[in-house]
């Protein structure tokens, strides 16, 4: 037998440390002029069958890491010897299990791009079979496309939840249908809408992404408020948001190159998050979990800690423009992770630092240095 089974190459930042199920492989649309993930990859659905080996297989390498447990002495406890297999596993299927082991073993993932495109009763079973199989396992999520939960019967999604499937999330990106079409999104903001409430009613957790700065200088304003109206009709429980970074193997990027988008600095960004925050009146938490984001603070319950959340923002737009441009600087090569980082006199020089460096002796950044680093972030 050989112990290994295949891995997709994302998960979103709050499934790190799932065990990962590859159902699907790539994605069956591939077309968002701001996604690198999938480009030159082809989609295929997986067969049941080979979906149930891989689970088979994770189990096998659970029962290995406990078996070394025991021979190890330490009486079937795996966190000891996950964390060495971790550190020094045979391959990423190893490596995925153990940390998956490492922290409890209660999640799983299912890759890729969108799982609700696999025909209903197959998912069904495939879910069914990997709470089974590893019944430490209290959560399984996985990721799904607008399009496709709009075009799923209510009965579907329900027979999904009851066969164990936790949450989806789903990238919403806007809710502004001109930004939409233009970076082919392949969803309408009405499709977001019913798809997310056919998700929302039948029970599953629901999970949107919102990529700010996605409308760059032109369409920031609508892009706020008409993605605020469409997630206040979805009321998903959780909001989570990213920030636009470019790289070359996006499509995007050649529309930059050609002067078809400018990007938005990220002071303008900030102005665009607090319009957005402001025009919600959904019952999400608001999430912003992402390395890309400037203000990671800005994370709450709506609608009590929406006050909170603009507070941060004022926090940010109140400071003086070299303190703007530190922070800013900061948050991009890594040094800072939040607005009070700026009262760390060590970590404040060494920013000073690097300003000198990127400006290259002068204390002046440019834009475009911002968005170079920015783009390291992404795959
Ligand atoms: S954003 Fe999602 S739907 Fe669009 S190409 Fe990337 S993986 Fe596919």
Redo the contacts with the bound molecule.
């Keep these: 037998m050989t112990y290994s089974f295949e891995l997709g190459p994302i998960r979103p930042p709050s499934e790190a440390y799932s065990l990962l199920i590859r159902v699907t492989m790539n994605?069956p649309?591939?077309?968002?002029k701001?996604?690198p993930?999938?480009k030159g990859e082809k989609f295929q659905l997986r067969s049941v069958e080979n979906i149930k080996q891989d689970i088979k297989t994770a189990k096998s390498i659970q029962d290995k890491i406990k078996e070394l447990s025991w021979k190890s002495g330490y009486g079937g406890r795996v966190k000891e010897i996950a964390a060495s297999v971790f550190n020094n596993p045979p391959n990423e299927a190893f490596r995925n299990v153990a940390l998956w082991l490492y922290t409890g073993g209660e999640s799983a993932f299912l890759q890729d791009?969108?799982s609700l495109i696999m025909r209903t009763n197959e998912l069904a079973e495939v879910i069914r079979f990997l709470r089974e199989t590893l019944p430490s396992i209290k959560r399984v999520t996985s990721?799904g496309?607008s399009k496709t939960a709009a075009k799923k019967k209510p009965e579907e999604l329900t027979e999904l939840y009851e066969a164990g499937l936790s949450r989806l999330h789903i990238?919403l990106?806007s809710g502004y249908d001109p930004l939409l079409q233009y970076m082919d999104?392949?969803a309408t903001a009405a499709e977001h809408i019913k798809g997310g409430r056919n998700i929302v009613e039948s029970g599953i957790s629901l999970c949107e992404y919102v990529i700010l700065g996605l409308g760059g200088k032109e369409m920031w304003r609508e892009h706020a408020i008409e993605t605020a109206r469409v997630l206040n009709e979805i009321d998903p429980d959780f909001i989570r948001v990213r920030t636009l970074a470019v790289h070359n193997k996006m499509p995007l990027y050649n529309e930059i190159e050609n002067g078809n988008f400018i990007q938005a600095t990220d002071e303008e960004i900030v102005e665009e998050e607090k319009l957005f925050i402001e025009h919600l009146e959904c019952h999400s938490n608001y999430v912003s979990d992402h390395i890309t984001n400037l203000l990671q603070e800005i994370e709450g319950k709506l609608p009590q800690e929406k006050e909170k959340m603009l507070a941060s923002i004022d926090r940010f737009q109140s400071l003086p423009p070299e303190e703007k441009t530190n922070f800013r600087v900061g948050r991009r090569v890594g040094i800072y992770s939040h607005l009070d980082d700026l009262y760390d006199l060590c970590k404040h020089q060494a920013v000073e630092q690097a300003i000198q460096q990127l400006g290259q002796g002068n204390n002046q950044i440019n834009e475009e240095a911002i968005h170079t680093l920015m783009g390291r972030f992404i795959v």
């Design positions: 994605c649309w591939n077309r968002c701001f996604c993930t999938y791009a969108n990721y496309r990238g990106e999104k392949g």
